[in-house]
């Protein structure tokens, strides 16, 4: 049942007459806004440049989507590559036309036509967005070397005693579980000797990445890959130091649960799909109808995938389809508990966007990964209170629980060294190197890892090759996002259980919304956070530290 995915509403196949017929009207669009280039731009310039990129926008995104989940299913699929491949030509081509737009109005003029016209007002955060950061008006700007990235990396599989394994198990993972950590040394042998023979290949393909982003925020005006990162997500420095001293005074908090007796783990049992649906419908219908409607809907309609095929991309992912105003989850499911963490994460991410699809246009759907992240980790939440309060096994209660502070681990410790890590990459390039020597990667994966966890015992030196989130041209420092959006859906849960029910529900929908056209600071301030104070961070480890003490005393 979860095996096949519903793709035939986007396009039958890739041959069909719609696509041909889109791309034409795509570049028909085109021609339209080239026909409004002027000097001097006025209110109905605007106007028609909004619609035209507007129903633009959604012709690209239906024809990317159609390729993508092609190739999530299936990494070698070469029809959905040239596919790609031509509509970001395509893509090219519509913003450098919208670039020429946008050169000929200034900041000050969109401020002052937006006080006269509702429809520039409500374009107003991404007609700004657009004026420096073009990229990031529907998908990400994707080169052959994120595709040879995708197709080395697929093609690795390790077999051990004639059971494929995934190459992305971390030590962390090998000391939770007993099961796994019987096979730690053969896994690990056969995985370094895969990565061995392809490490320089990932070095390069590593440095030609980050320069790409050298040479991308050169064009788009920023001065630093972290600017753009930065305003891409709607954020600014004061925050993104507000998070990373509060990683740095908190991290202590984890070492007494890292020192403890994980064995219990290794006995994590099975569960069914039947399992992991009836969690996520019961926790989601205690929080709203219509999230419980989106779950079961997405379930029943084949709109998501989560058989282990070889061939699928590693990990899980959404994809909205602005067509449809549906969503489609890609992911695996091996019957485990954090698998039905992941589900309800990909889901969070499916009701944030069925949310902004029925509320805003195109152009204000664009949601920025710190702000995501926040939605999808907050619906993880709502299981493990669920779970929690429903499970009367302390054994059982005590692994739930071990899954979601893993994830704080990963998503904290492991995130703070990604983010050493590639901020040394960018030092190093921008300090003149030619090209990235793999041993140093590996020392200086090492070293990251060390500062950050500060234990030896969870280094893996080929962690820069095997995540994927380092091999993007115009998502540098990505994986900051995840940590900012742990803390910050804590702090939020947290609300959530103090506030009456319905008045959080009403927030956390205008949240949602408005999370494609507001920045991180005006969508704060609906439930009055400073995103800027470390404060509001610290919260969410005092949350955390009540969870591992939680743990350790069952």
């Known amino acids: 049942m979860f095996n096949e995915l519903n793709l035939n509403k986007i396009y039958t196949d890739f041959d069909s007459k719609e696509i041909k017929n889109d791309i034409n009207q795509i570049y028909a669009f085109i021609s339209d806004l080239s026909n409004i280039l002027t000097k001097i731009v006025k ?20 024809i990317a989507s159609f390729s993508r989940l092609h190739l999530y299913l299936n990494t070698n699929n070469t029809k959905a590559v040239n596919l790609l491949n031509k509509i970001e030509e395509v893509e090219i081509k519509f913003k450098k036309i919208q670039s020429k737009f946008l050169n000929n109005i200034s900041l000050t003029t969109i401020e002052e036509y937006s006080s006269n016209s509702e429809c520039i007002y409500n374009h107003k955060y991404i007609l700004k967005q657009l004026k420096f950061n073009d990229y990031n008006i529907n998908f990400s700007y994707n080169s052959k070397y994120e595709q040879e990235y995708n197709k080395l990396i697929s093609s690795n599989k390790i077999t051990i005693n004639q059971t494929i394994y995934p190459i992305n198990y971390t030590s962390f993972d090998f000391l939770i579980n007993n099961k796994l950590n019987k096979i730690k040394n053969n896994y690990l042998q056969a995985r370094n000797d895969i990565f061995y023979l392809h490490e320089e290949d990932y070095a390069n393909i590593l440095f030609n990445i980050k ?14 890959p972290l600017e753009m990162s930065l305003f891409s997500a709607g954020l600014n420095m004061t925050t993104l130091n507000a998070l990373l001293n509060s990683i740095e005074n908190n991290r202590n908090i984890f070492s007494k649960y890292l020192d403890s007796d994980f064995s219990i783990l290794s006995d994590n049992k099975l569960y069914t799909i039947d399992d992991a649906k009836n969690a996520i419908y ?10 419980f409607k989106l779950a079961f809907d997405l379930f029943n309609n084949q709109l998501i995938n989560l058989d282990n095929n070889k061939d699928k991309i590693i990990g899980s992912c959404h994809l909205k389809i602005l067509f449809l105003k549906e969503s489609r989850i890609v992911g695996h499911f091996n019957g485990k508990i954090k698998d039905i963490f992941q589900i309800a994460h990909e889901l969070g991410h499916a009701y944030q966007n069925y949310l ?47 899954n979601f502070i893993n994830y704080s681990i990963q998503a904290i410790l492991d995130i703070y060294a990604r983010f050493l890590f590639e901020d040394e990459i960018f030092n190093l390039i921008n300090n003149g190197a030619k090209s990235l ?12 890892q060390m500062e950050s966890y500060g234990n030896s015992k969870y280094l893996d030196e080929h962690l820069w090759i095997y995540k994927p989130h380092f091999y993007s041209i115009s998502a540098p420092y990505y994986n900051y996002s995840y940590a900012l959006g742990l803390l910050y859906a804590l702090v939020l849960f947290d609300n959530f259980k103090k506030m ?31 995103s800027s104070d470390k404060m509001s961070f610290n919260s969410a480890f005092a949350l955390l530290n009540r969870m591992i003490n939680d743990y350790l005393s069952l």
Not at 441 to 446: H, I, K, R, S, Y
Not at 507 to 527: A, R, W
Request: glycine share 2%; with cysteine; hydrophobic share 40%.
């Open 211 to 224: 320069n790409k982003t050298n040479n991308l925020i050169k064009s788009l005006g920023f001065s630093t």
């Open 500 to 530: 009456p029910r319905n008045k959080f529900v009403n927030l956390f929908t205008s949240f949602c919304q408005k999370s494609g056209c507001s920045d991180f600071f005006e969508l704060s301030s609906l439930f009055d956070i400073n």
């Open 282 to 291: 019961s926790a989601f219908l205690l929080f709203d109808t219509s999230l």
């Open 43 to 62: 209110i109905k310039d605007v106007e028609k440049f909004i619609e035209i990129s507007n129903n633009t926008i959604v012709l690209i995104d239906k």
């Open 437 to 448: 020597d793999y041993n140093y990667l590996n020392e200086l994966m090492l070293k990251s």
């Open 356 to 402: 902004i699809m029925h509320s805003q246009t195109p152009l204000n759907s664009n949601v920025p990964t710190s702000t995501c992240e926040i939605i999808s980790t907050f619906c993880e939440l709502l299981v493990l209170d669920y779970l929690l309060r429903e499970t009367a096994n302390l054994k059982e209660k005590k692994i739930i629980l071990s």
